[in-house]
């Protein structure tokens, strides 16, 4: 018979066999399916010569893109010491084991290698390596918005660092940082200062022009107050644009930096009248905008067909006149055309008093994106059987057909011709989209979702409250897989 000492020794000698990290807290395994798509890429290098001194440097930025099995490609533009503004296309294979930390060997354009570590469930990647002149480190994300010259628009702080140049030669390192000024429409002027070791700060000014790709990738050419013209590339980056990826460069120069938004990127003061979410503003729906100087007043559309002019002040969408339902100097709620496309960046400008604003970036979805009306900030608009509004003392009971009225429905089979700021023609119009209604977790017998006659932007979904207990639950409205906000309602039964 063992003692309490075997016991314990056999013990300990088990704990002392057992592989260490048995068991984790957390966990999960990375693949090369983690880094698909197409991600930002900022990628600096330094070249150091054979008598380990610095040599040359490498400032690029551009994208990364993965195909989620073995392929990337890097694409972008470089400054270096020798040539500013080169683009450059490199193309290899990656690979990540299950521990995150994997290699890109790049084979075409370049002979580079990498360590590569995906993080944040693959929507990030750091990189470090070397090639025969470079070493190099890197990073990118790849939260990108739908870009368009508008995306582009406000104010951008920044900061950035790099080389003076005498001829091919870096003599010296420089910083900069200010301000940039975007009016989403082309134009950008910027004031930054100008940092040199053992020089006295100098604040210098410039303005000129911009342009946007689609891929979110930027180009600006400034004229300078001290006479220099200077290159400019960003890539856009962030949910909604609000933050940038920056190369600078002129004859006596190259920097590399980052900027963001000072304020609320415009693109993110542009939502869904009824939720307020960000890009659930299909054709036809109602946006509300937000803003300083928008309207001299306040003011409401007296009569339908909503006027395109209310006191002084106008909205374009893409410079077509968008139906105004009120103003006043901080909020416009106004429709989306019906012609405007689907799946496109779209460009909103405010003019009051013949003075525009910036442009502004509203994304319009190809497919409904529905947001419940709401009242006293968390109950969804539903009608009751009798006509009544639903509420906490006036519910609805299981097996009623019930009202909740919503915009963003997006395309529809309408019954008349659609007419932006006209009512909804009589008839039905539902949906094209897929769609369901959920009261709390349970799906409803849906009888009809789409336009409201005689209604403006307005649509509603009729549905059948299920067989659930009392009480008060969320409903939520689904179009192409899209859902809406999840507003209250309340059942009896």
Same mark, same amino acid.
């Given at each position: 018979m063992r003692n309490a000492r075997t016991v314990v020794l056999s013990s300990f000698f088990c704990l002392l066999a057992a592989p260490a990290w048995a068991q984790t807290i957390g966990g999960g395994n990375c693949s090369a399916a983690n880094l698909n798509g197409t991600y930002s890429l900022a990628l600096d290098g330094r070249a150091i010569s054979a008598t380990g001194s610095f040599a040359g440097s490498f400032q690029g930025i551009g994208t990364a893109t993965f195909d989620g099995q073995s392929v990337v490609t890097f694409a972008g533009i470089v400054n270096t010491n020798l040539a500013a503004g080169q683009s450059f296309k490199y193309s290899g294979n990656y690979t990540i084991p299950a521990n995150c930390y994997g290699t890109i060997t790049l084979t075409t354009g370049s002979t580079a290698t990498f360590t590569l570590v995906a993080?944040?469930?693959?929507?990030?990647?750091?990189?470090a390596g070397s090639d025969a002149t470079y070493v190099y480190s890197g990073s990118g994300n790849n939260f990108q918005p739908a870009c368009a010259t508008a995306t582009l628009s406000g104010e951008y702080t920044y900061q950035a660092s790099g080389f003076t140049l005498s001829g091919t030669t870096q003599n010296g390192s420089e910083n900069e940082g200010g301000v940039f000024q975007f009016d989403g429409q082309g134009n950008?002027?910027?004031?930054?200062?100008?940092?040199?070791?053992?020089?006295?700060?100098?604040?210098?000014?410039?303005?000129?022009?911009?342009?946007?790709?689609?891929?979110? $990738? !930027?180009?600006?050419?400034?004229?300078? @107050?001290?006479?220099?013209g200077n290159a400019v590339?960003?890539? /856009?980056?962030?949910?909604?644009?609000?933050?940038?990826?920056?190369l600078e460069a002129n004859s006596q120069f190259v920097r590399t930096g980052s900027a963001h938004?000072?304020?609320?990127?415009?693109?993110?003061?542009?939502?869904?009248?009824a939720s307020y979410a960000l890009n659930y503003t299909p054709a036809g729906s109602v946006f509300a905008l937000f803003g300083t100087g928008l309207a001299t007043n306040t003011a409401s559309a007296p009569d339908v067909p909503l006027p395109t002019t209310l006191l002084s002040t106008t909205v374009t969408v893409n410079g077509? $006149? !968008?139906?105004?339902f009120y103003v006043n @100097?901080?909020?416009?709620?106004?429709?989306?055309?019906?012609? /405007?496309?689907g799946g496109t960046v779209a460009s909103v400008v405010v003019t009051n008093e013949n003075v525009p604003s910036n442009a502004a970036a509203i994304y319009v979805p190809a497919t409904g994106t529905p947001g419940i009306s709401v009242y006293n900030t968390d109950r969804a608009v539903v009608v009751n059987v009798d006509g009544s509004v639903n509420s906490a003392t006036n519910p609805a009971k299981v097996g009623d057909e019930v009202i909740a009225y919503f915009t963003g429905g997006g395309p529809v089979q309408a019954s008349g011709q659609l007419v932006s700021g006209a009512p909804a023609p009589s008839g039905l119009s539902p949906v094209t989209g897929g769609s369901t209604v959920t009261v709390g977790q349970v799906n409803a017998n849906v009888v009809y979702i789409g336009l409201t006659p005689g209604g403006i932007g307005l649509y509603q979904a009729n549905f059948i409250v299920p067989q659930i207990a009392k009480g008060t639950y969320p409903v939520a409205i689904t179009i192409s897989d899209q859902a809406s906000n999840r507003p209250l309602m309340t059942v009896s039964n």
């Open positions: 993080w944040s469930a693959g929507s990030q990647y750091n990189i950008v002027s910027a004031r930054y200062t100008i940092t040199s070791a053992g020089l006295m700060p100098v604040t210098v000014s410039s303005e000129g022009n911009y342009s946007v790709t689609s891929g979110c $990738l !930027a180009t600006a050419t400034l004229n300078d @107050s001290t006479g220099k590339n960003f890539v /856009i980056t962030a949910t909604y644009g609000e933050a940038l990826l920056l938004s000072a304020f609320l990127n415009p693109t993110e003061s542009i939502g869904n009248v077509e $006149l !968008a139906p105004l @100097s901080g909020q416009i709620d106004a429709q989306i055309p019906w012609d /405007i496309p």
